[in-house]
Nanobody
Framework: QVQLVESGGGLVQAGGSLRLSCAAS????????MGWFRQAPGKEREFVAA????????YYADSVKGRFTISRDNAKNTVYLQMNSLKPEDTAVYYC?????????????WGQGTQVTVSS
């Protein structure tokens, strides 16, 4: 069982930056792939970024590639999403997720989400 708690969301102007954090409980954090997803009002949840258990492999949605960076610190049981050059279309609730089947293999555990709002 893994419990996930996101933090770091907020209101930022277009072009600004935010860093999201996701703190995980449980001794098996380092064996899980981690992902970030987002859901905007009226839209389906979409993939943003993912990272392998070791941090050696990362994946990004085309819409955030070059602007967002996912990273993890297994000693702190935390995964991060550094978001730069934010755009109004990045506004959404951001969720972190953990899964045992690799970064693109599906996720079993989800956080409660943190709101990111980008003003134009």
């Amino acid at each position: 069982q893994v419990q996930l708690v996101e933090s770091g969301g907020g209101l930022v102007q277009a072009g600004g930056s935010l860093r999201l954090s996701c703190a995980a409980s449980g001794r098996t954090f380092s064996s899980y792939a981690m992902g970030w997803f987002r859901q905007a009002p009226g839209k389906e949840r979409e993939f943003v970024a993912a990272i392998s258990w070791s941090g050696g492999s990362t994946y990004y949605a085309d819409s955030v590639k070059g602007r967002f960076t996912i990273s993890r610190d297994n000693a702190k049981n935390t995964v991060y999403l550094q978001m730069n050059s934010l755009k109004p279309e990045d506004t959404a609730v951001y969720y972190c997720a953990a899964g045992p089947r690799g970064p693109l293999g599906g996720y079993d555990y989800w956080g409660q989400g943190t709101q990111v709002t980008v003003s134009s």
